[in-house]
Protein backbone atom coordinates (compact mmCIF):
# COMPACT_ATOMS: atom_id res chain seq x y z
CA UNK A 1 0.00 0.00 0.00
CA UNK A 2 0.65 3.38 -1.02
CA UNK A 3 2.24 6.33 1.63
CA UNK A 4 -1.04 8.32 2.33
CA UNK A 5 -0.56 11.81 0.87
CA UNK A 6 -1.38 14.83 2.74
CA UNK A 7 -4.77 15.37 1.15
CA UNK A 8 -5.70 11.88 2.37
CA UNK A 9 -4.47 12.24 5.56
CA UNK A 10 -5.80 15.61 6.19
CA UNK A 11 -8.68 14.24 5.37
CA UNK A 12 -8.80 11.57 7.95
CA UNK A 13 -8.04 13.65 10.82
CA UNK A 14 -10.79 16.32 10.04
CA UNK A 15 -13.11 13.31 10.12
CA UNK A 16 -12.49 12.57 13.36
CA UNK A 17 -12.17 15.75 14.85
CA UNK A 18 -15.29 16.30 13.13
CA UNK A 19 -17.04 13.47 15.05
CA UNK A 20 -15.64 14.17 18.31
CA UNK A 21 -17.12 17.90 17.55
CA UNK A 22 -20.57 16.00 16.49
CA UNK A 23 -20.35 13.92 19.36
CA UNK A 24 -20.32 16.99 21.71
CA UNK A 25 -22.60 18.79 19.75
CA UNK A 26 -25.34 16.35 19.77
CA UNK A 27 -24.80 16.06 23.74
CA UNK A 28 -25.10 18.92 24.27
CA UNK A 29 -28.07 19.73 22.01
CA UNK A 30 -29.99 16.70 23.78
CA UNK A 31 -29.04 19.04 27.24
CA UNK A 32 -30.69 22.06 26.25
CA UNK A 33 -33.76 20.63 25.23
CA UNK A 34 -34.02 18.38 28.24
CA UNK A 35 -33.24 21.37 30.49
CA UNK A 36 -35.42 23.40 28.67
CA UNK A 37 -38.13 21.20 29.23
CA UNK A 38 -37.45 20.45 32.80
CA UNK A 39 -36.98 24.66 33.66
CA UNK A 40 -40.38 25.18 31.67
CA UNK A 41 -42.21 22.76 34.03
CA UNK A 42 -40.57 23.95 37.26
CA UNK A 43 -41.35 27.36 36.47
CA UNK A 44 -44.95 26.58 36.15
CA UNK A 45 -45.09 24.12 39.38
CA UNK A 46 -43.70 27.43 41.48
CA UNK A 47 -46.27 29.49 39.73
CA UNK A 48 -48.99 26.67 40.64
CA UNK A 49 -47.12 26.86 44.35
CA UNK A 50 -47.36 30.82 44.85
CA UNK A 51 -50.94 31.13 43.17
CA UNK A 52 -51.39 28.24 46.07
CA UNK A 53 -49.57 30.11 49.14
CA UNK A 54 -47.49 27.52 49.05
CA UNK A 55 -44.14 27.06 49.38
CA UNK A 56 -41.69 26.84 46.33
CA UNK A 57 -40.00 23.78 46.25
CA UNK A 58 -36.24 24.31 45.86
CA UNK A 59 -35.40 21.00 44.69
CA UNK A 60 -36.96 21.46 41.66
CA UNK A 61 -33.34 23.13 40.16
CA UNK A 62 -32.30 19.00 41.12
CA UNK A 63 -34.52 17.56 38.50
CA UNK A 64 -34.00 20.52 35.94
CA UNK A 65 -30.48 20.20 35.83
CA UNK A 66 -30.36 16.46 35.59
CA UNK A 67 -29.92 16.19 31.72
CA UNK A 68 -26.69 18.48 31.68
CA UNK A 69 -24.70 15.88 32.78
CA UNK A 70 -24.95 13.99 29.43
CA UNK A 71 -23.13 17.13 27.61
CA UNK A 72 -19.99 16.11 30.04
CA UNK A 73 -20.19 12.48 28.66
CA UNK A 74 -19.90 13.81 24.70
CA UNK A 75 -17.18 15.90 26.15
CA UNK A 76 -15.46 13.31 27.70
CA UNK A 77 -16.07 10.87 24.61
CA UNK A 78 -14.58 14.08 22.44
CA UNK A 79 -11.38 14.13 24.18
CA UNK A 80 -10.73 11.11 23.65
CA UNK A 81 -11.73 10.75 20.29
CA UNK A 82 -9.21 14.29 19.42
CA UNK A 83 -6.30 11.82 20.73
CA UNK A 84 -7.43 9.35 17.95
CA UNK A 85 -8.58 11.70 14.99
CA UNK A 86 -4.40 11.61 13.46
CA UNK A 87 -4.52 7.77 13.27
CA UNK A 88 -4.73 6.67 9.90
CA UNK A 89 -7.99 5.29 8.53
CA UNK A 90 -9.70 6.34 11.85
CA UNK A 91 -11.27 9.02 10.04
CA UNK A 92 -14.84 8.23 8.89
CA UNK A 93 -15.26 5.25 11.75
CA UNK A 94 -15.03 8.03 14.03
CA UNK A 95 -17.26 10.23 12.92
CA UNK A 96 -19.86 7.43 12.27
CA UNK A 97 -18.67 6.79 15.59
CA UNK A 98 -19.55 10.46 17.10
CA UNK A 99 -22.60 10.82 15.21
CA UNK A 100 -24.15 8.08 16.76
CA UNK A 101 -22.98 8.36 20.04
CA UNK A 102 -24.00 11.91 20.21
CA UNK A 103 -27.20 10.96 19.37
CA UNK A 104 -27.60 7.90 21.85
CA UNK A 105 -26.39 10.93 24.37
CA UNK A 106 -28.67 13.47 23.14
CA UNK A 107 -32.05 11.48 23.37
CA UNK A 108 -31.33 10.10 26.83
CA UNK A 109 -30.95 13.68 28.28
CA UNK A 110 -34.26 15.02 25.97
CA UNK A 111 -36.04 12.34 28.13
CA UNK A 112 -35.04 12.29 30.80
CA UNK A 113 -35.58 16.24 30.76
CA UNK A 114 -38.78 15.35 29.19
CA UNK A 115 -39.50 13.08 32.52
CA UNK A 116 -37.66 15.56 35.13
CA UNK A 117 -40.72 17.96 33.52
CA UNK A 118 -43.37 15.51 34.40
CA UNK A 119 -41.48 14.93 38.21
CA UNK A 120 -41.12 19.02 38.60
CA UNK A 121 -45.13 19.05 38.47
CA UNK A 122 -45.97 16.01 40.42
CA UNK A 123 -43.48 16.77 43.44
CA UNK A 124 -44.93 20.52 43.40
CA UNK A 125 -48.23 19.19 43.67
CA UNK A 126 -48.14 16.68 46.11
CA UNK A 127 -44.55 17.02 47.88
CA UNK A 128 -44.13 13.34 47.57
CA UNK A 129 -42.24 10.52 45.64
CA UNK A 130 -38.76 12.67 45.19
CA UNK A 131 -36.70 9.30 45.60
CA UNK A 132 -38.50 7.95 43.06
CA UNK A 133 -38.32 10.81 40.66
CA UNK A 134 -34.64 10.52 40.73
CA UNK A 135 -34.55 6.60 40.49
CA UNK A 136 -36.61 7.03 37.26
CA UNK A 137 -34.20 10.11 35.93
CA UNK A 138 -31.65 7.18 36.67
CA UNK A 139 -32.43 5.26 34.70
CA UNK A 140 -32.80 6.64 31.87
CA UNK A 141 -29.37 8.59 32.41
CA UNK A 142 -27.90 4.87 32.07
CA UNK A 143 -28.79 4.68 28.74
CA UNK A 144 -26.38 8.16 28.33
CA UNK A 145 -23.78 6.09 30.56
CA UNK A 146 -23.81 2.44 28.72
CA UNK A 147 -23.64 4.87 25.26
CA UNK A 148 -20.43 6.36 26.49
CA UNK A 149 -18.82 3.40 27.46
CA UNK A 150 -19.72 1.44 24.76
CA UNK A 151 -18.54 4.22 22.39
CA UNK A 152 -15.10 4.42 24.23
CA UNK A 153 -14.55 0.46 23.77
CA UNK A 154 -15.32 0.98 20.60
CA UNK A 155 -12.75 4.16 19.87
CA UNK A 156 -9.75 1.73 21.06
CA UNK A 157 -11.22 -0.82 18.50
CA UNK A 158 -11.01 1.47 15.90
CA UNK A 159 -7.01 2.34 16.89
Do not use: H
Not at 51 to 68: D, E, M, R, S, Y
Amino acid sequence: MADPTTIEVAMNTAMGIAGAVACLGLSATGSAFGTGAAASAAVGAWKKCYAQNKPAPFILLGLVGAPITQTLYGMILMFIMFGKANVMGAGLPMLILGIFAGLGIGFSALFQGRAAAAACDAQAETGQGLTNYFGALGIVETVAIFTMVFALIAILKIA
